[in-house]
């Protein structure tokens, strides 16, 4: 059990320190939705209307693109041999960083979610639709990604692969996130009913995805 | 405690870097592995540590814990030294500390530090450690956490000579605690060592 604290306190270090790039999904994800509205124009309705869709997409690459290093800082510099060499099974090695990289970079993004929602005319009360969706879904997106940056792991300049890599892994995902806001907003159907299954892939994905992690990272230290 | 490999053999990236090598270190024994670049000295140290498939043979820990993988009572000290440059000296070590130590008599981070003559610096971030230092620390990670069979590649890399003498100090006590070593270096170790000469007829 040391263990597992001892792992999480590392990688949360590490991402808040100087250069562990806590911030950079956050920052990405402002840029993405500050933008948008420049390029939609100042049609503040069409803007309310597909800001929960706008807010989804930003915070899944934000999440994607943040997790090229998960896996590769600990190959460039020889940690993952040793945490192959633990009594802690690889599987829940990926589990920890991937929990406490959600924790430093897909919290801020819920946290972020209603101030960004702001500036895109979204209503008060579908501000918590889009966090509380967001909430349920993001740590999906991160455990969906481990797969994709254990399988880059190896490669310098994968950065971009991931999200390419999981994308279709990631698309139900994001339907039935956008799906639970909507029907927050808007109805007909109960918002509990795509969140429910939005629920059901995030579970699924943190008993899959670290599993899969794990055998990929396997193959690529050999 | 004996380590005995049988008939190994290894392929990477479609070469065969050795086969058919065998070795047999007891408790208290130290095996060196001498020969030339290429020949497969650090394959073979991954090879046991479980970091790189065997193609051929066998590998048994005899008297070590049952059922506990030879990966799991085995430390690797490699040419890569697993350190974060933006945590500090001591949290580095008390990090592996924690993820690679069984129950047993380890000594304590400070100890071990201290064992490794890098005591004073245990509060500042591993980037500003010299390459000397940086292997320092990696050495204290044998001492951190209790281990029975170390693995060192090339150790005596970067070390002035005191660095040098504290890590044979180190290696001394260990084998008389009951401990073995395969090393592998090109220096001469001022101890009793059993040489494995790779490379030449395998190549």
Known sequence: MSAVVSLFRRETRLALRVGGGAMMGAVF??????????AVGPDLNLLQRIGPAILWVGALLATLIGLDRLFQADHEDGSLDLLTMMEMPLAVVVAVKAVAHWVTTGLPLVVVAPLLGLMLNVDPDALLAVSLTLLVGTPALTFVGTIGAALTVALRRGGLLVPVLVLPLAVPILIFGVGATNAAITGPVPMSTPLTVLAGFTLLSLVLA???AAASLRLALE | MKLRGDGLACVRGGRQVFEDI????SSGEVLQLRGPNGAGKSSLLRLVAGLVRRTAGSLDLEAGEEDVPIAEQTHYVGHLDALKPALTVGENLRFWADMLGRSGDAASVDEALEAVGIGP?????AAVLSAGQRRRLSLARL??????????????????TDGQARLFRLVETHLAGGGLALI?????LPLPVATLA??????
């Open chain 1, 210 to 212: 670290p599993v899969a």
């Open chain 2, 121 to 125: 610096l245990a509060d500042f971030p």
């Open chain 2, 198 to 203: 790779m490379g030449g007829a395998t190549r």
């Open chain 1, 29 to 38: 994800f402002l840029i993405v939705v500050a933008i948008m509205p420049f």
């Open chain 2, 143 to 160: 001492l951190a956490a209790a281990r029975p069979v170390w693995l060192l590649d090339e150790p005596t890399t970067a070390l002035d």
């Open chain 2, 184 to 188: 592998a270096t090109h220096v001469d």
């Open chain 2, 22 to 25: 065998g070795f047999a270190v």
